[in-house]
């Protein structure tokens, strides 16, 4: 995260640098519309992305799992930027959506670890991560790093575009820059995480509850439990739960609720609190001191305070380290799951 950041703060403009980019200021501020297509890990890095845009830059935009992008003949124009993310730049349908994309005229920018790849070589732009590629077959640091990257591109339009003065830009920037004492503070909790991963080992389902930028945390945290452990987990939007999911809440199931104190903190508690009245057993991810919830959950992991935006970096971090705890004690092969690839290319 640390190399994400570095060099691209521009100190005098209060601008941000991407080297890669690819695109013209005049260019940026033309865009009308923003596609983000990947898959797996990198597409949750993508539904955090679109908060950023849509918030600091004011740019709608489609997000769209890869697969999926070339079936639905996406309405692509030449002031429109998709925006691949891929850890290994080789995923095949990531790949596919560039070329449908640059076929139908508009521009292309990559996210992506890997130099010289073929999803940066053929894209207009490129922001590497400089995360380096993963060792695992499961996306960590990657997704962690394509987040800043995200946030640094959003940055990057908000200010272009007028929507951002170099002082509010510098201030996002000065938050960036304690992300990596931060996500240090974060891993503390390992020794505690691996307490709790050994009590839920058994579990034979997870669900993973969280709103608004919380709600991709939750749909990685239950991705990586299935890459790693092969525990059946699903990710969902808090709100929905009672659209469905309620229905399997019982004293077995592990509902692992992120619950960071912001605008939506109040809604996710009365979430939680409707587990708890199913007997289900809630594992509370809370930001900073919050003892609010102790008495009303099963177990509590606290991730350090930082501004909204970066509260996902944060709590990626206890999703990750649960799902690593749980396959080590189930005994699964973390770096190299079964019949998973580490880039899809087929
Ligand atoms: C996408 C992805 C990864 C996942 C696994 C299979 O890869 O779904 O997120 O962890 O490795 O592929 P990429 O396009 O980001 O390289």
């Known amino acids: 995260v640390a190399d994400t950041i570095a060099g691209r703060l521009q100190a005098e403009e209060g601008d941000i640098y991407l080297e890669d980019i690819g695109l013209s200021d005049e260019q940026l501020q033309q865009l009308d519309k923003i596609f983000i297509i990947a898959c797996g890990t990198s597409w949750h890095a993508g539904l955090v992305g679109k908060f950023y845009i849509e918030k600091l830059a004011r740019v709608p935009v489609e997000i769209d799992i890869a697969s999926e992008f070339r079936y639905r003949d996406p ?8 925006v691949l993310i891929s850890q290994s730049g080789e995923t095949a349908d990531t790949l596919a959506g560039l070329r449908e994309a640059k076929g139908k005229g508009g521009k292309t920018l990559c996210v992506c670890n890997v130099v010289d790849s073929s999803i940066a070589r053929e894209s207009d732009g490129v922001i590497y991560t400089h995360a380096g590629p993963e ?25 272009v575009r007028g929507l951002l003065t170099a002082d509010q830009c510098r201030e996002q920037v000065e938050a960036l820059l304690t992300l990596p004492r931060k996500l240090e503070e974060a891993l503390e909790i390992d020794g505690h ?3 709790i991963s050994r009590e839920f080992m058994n579990a034979r389902d997870f669900l993973y509850l969280g709103r608004g930028n919380q709600y ?13 452990s092969y525990i ?16 399997l809440i019982d004293e077995q199931l592990p509902v692992v609720v992120l619950v960071p104190r912001n605008d939506t903190y109040e809604k996710v508690v ?13 594992i509370a991810v809370v930001s900073g001191d919050d003892s609010e919830l102790i008495d009303k959950v099963d177990a509590i992991i606290r991730v350090p ?13 206890p999703m990750q380290l649960l799902a690593y705890h749980v396959a080590v004690f189930k005994g699964t092969d973390v770096d190299q799951p079964r019949n998973l690839a580490k880039s899809v290319t087929v």
């Open 193 to 195: 995480v691996e307490e």
């Open 305 to 317: 305070e930082i501004n909204d935006d970066l509260m996902p970096l944060l709590t990626s971090i």
């Open 135 to 159: 060792i695992g077959v499961a996306s960590t640091k990657a997704f962690t790093t394509q987040l800043v990257a995200l946030y640094q591109l959003a940055l990057k339009l908000g200010r």
């Open 232 to 247: 059946h987990a699903e990710g969902y939007p808090a709100g929905e739960m009672k659209h469905g999911p309620i229905a």
């Open 216 to 228: 991709p945390i939750a749909l990685e945290g239950a991705l990586k439990l299935k890459e790693i």
């Open 75 to 82: 309405i692509v124009g030449e002031n429109s930027l998709t």
């Open 270 to 282: 009365s979430n939680l609190e409707e587990v708890k009245a199913r007997g289900g057993k809630v």
